[in-house]
């Protein structure tokens, strides 16, 4: 008798993986996020965008920090070899590649990545009411945030901002969520791999 395999197991054994041309010629595909990130599972993943650190916790086990071992399982079902995330809370959009298909892990690294290496603009900034900017600011330079520049002497300041300075205390990924009316306003239109990160303070 075959052992069955879990629908989210990681692996290739699930078909072709879409591509972005491929998702515009199924018309009418939808894409099934996996469990953990819409709050569906027995394991609530802790993501802190600022940092990049992943564990969680389950209702079994709430007096420890679990690690984040579903990090290989594909992001979505079927399978897609890029996903585009934007949230409400910052102007721009990460894209996750990987030609094997979009993992939870891929996800995870390249909104850290998107968030920790590069910079506010003058012009991004100036785009924020002035009391806004402001709070970015204090964020950016207050040493008990989570961030590299904790490291640093705080008399200093930074020379520049970080995008995860631009979330304040909305460091924490909570969910995605597809929200197809916000997509196309935001980006004048709206495709089956693009979902909006929903953030929160923990």
Request: charged share 20%.
């Amino acid at each position: 008798m075959a052992d069955s395999i879990g629908k989210w197991a990681p692996g290739t054994a699930y078909g072709p993986v879409l591509s972005q041309t491929d998702l515009y010629m199924l018309d009418g595909v939808e894409l099934e996020i996996h469990p953990i990130f819409v709050n569906q599972s027995s394991f609530n993943l802790i993501f802190n965008v600022s940092t990049g650190q992943t564990g969680g916790w389950s209702a079994e086990a709430r007096d420890r920090e679990l690690p984040f071992t579903a990090k290989d399982e594909p992001a979505t079902l079927p399978r897609v070899d890029t996903l585009i995330v934007i949230t409400e809370l910052s102007p721009w959009c990460t894209i996750v590649k990987n030609a094997n298909g979009v993992t939870l892990g891929d996800v995870c690294t390249t909104v850290w990545r998107e968030y920790t290496d590069n910079m506010v603009t003058d012009k991004e900034l100036e785009s924020l009411p002035p009391r806004t900017q402001e709070q970015v600011r204090r964020f950016a330079t207050n040493p008990n945030n989570s961030s590299w520049q904790a490291y640093y002497s705080p008399a200093a300041g930074p020379a520049r901002l970080r995008r995860g300075d631009w979330l304040r205390d909305r460091q924490f990924f909570d969910k995605l969520v597809k929200k197809d009316a916000y997509i196309k306003s935001r980006l004048g239109y709206t495709a089956p791999n693009i979902f909006v990160m929903v953030l929160q303070s923990f």
